[in-house]
């Protein structure tokens, strides 16, 4: 008996089981792997979320067809559309910062001066008991 699944919907679950795989390394990671993995997943241009944004639009533009024909509802085609635009949003964010990540995957030559006290940023909020 031969498999009924598209290979198309069999891509889409492997992608989404290699995606899983990948989370689950990044929590494990070293951070200049981590950030390696990251810069590679937030690059708007080659990575990850540019792809999926990508994958989305299309998937509006399918669902505007359909819903045009009242096949689906218009709401799917506004959501979709919605997704799109808040991802590639999200996208044009992250931008700017995929440098300074990228930045911490590299190499760096050893410090010769004394060590500082690290910085910290605004977003880090410690609690003290």
Do not use: C
Request: glycine content about 10%.
């Amino acid at each position: 008996m031969t498999n009924p699944t598209p290979t198309s919907v069999q891509l889409a679950n492997h992608i989404a089981h290699q995606l899983g795989q990948l989370r689950r390394l990044l929590a494990l990671a070293p951070p200049h792997e981590a950030a390696q993995i990251l810069g590679n997943v937030l690059d708007y241009d080659t990575g990850i979320l540019g792809e999926v944004t990508g994958l989305v639009e299309t998937g509006s533009r399918f669902a505007k067809t359909h819903s045009e024909h009242g096949i689906l509802p218009p709401e799917v085609w506004l959501a979709l559309g919605r997704a799109a635009n808040e991802l590639g949003s999200v996208g044009v964010d992250l931008h700017e910062h995929t440098g300074a990540i990228k930045q911490i995957a590299m190499p760096t030559a050893p410090s010769t001066g004394p060590a500082g006290r690290p910085s910290t940023s605004a977003m880090v909020v410690r609690r003290h008991r």
